[in-house]
């Protein structure tokens, strides 16, 4: 069974910093290309970033500079650093597992509200 777990969100003042964390079991998490997607209030589900299983990576616009993702395959986990929040950055960020197009996962998200 294939179980993406989130854990890190929480509520951030402007400016401020948060790491995401998504625990993977039941994939061989090293061949996996592994995404964060966020949906804000109102709006559809969106790509912030990637990584791919050799470690090639890719941002939204809106976060370039911003956020980081990284992976740990020794852990199946998956990291998103976020630096220099904004409140247009609420919202509920989900982990993706991607191996081609057949096989794809989602964790259940993970609320991150950016707010003074």
């Known amino acids: 069974q294939v179980q993406l777990v989130e854990s890190g969100g929480g509520l951030v003042q402007p400016g401020g910093s948060l790491r995401l964390s998504c625990a993977a079991s039941?994939?061989?998490?090293?061949?996996?290309?592994m995404g964060w997607y966020r949906q804000g209030p109102g709006k559809q589900r969106e790509l912030v970033t990637r990584?791919?299983?050799?470690?090639?990576?890719n941002y939204a616009d809106s976060v370039k500079g911003r956020f980081t993702i990284s992976r740990d395959n020794a852990k199946n986990t998956v990291y998103l650093q976020m630096n220099s929040l904004k409140p247009e950055d609420t919202g509920v960020y989900y982990c993706?597992?991607?191996?081609?197009?057949?096989?794809?996962?989602w964790g259940r998200g993970t609320q991150v509200t950016v707010s003074s």
């Open positions: 990584i791919t299983s050799g470690g090639s990576t």
């Open positions: 039941g994939i061989t998490f090293s061949s996996y290309s």
């Open positions: 993706n597992a991607a191996w081609g197009v057949s096989r794809v996962y």
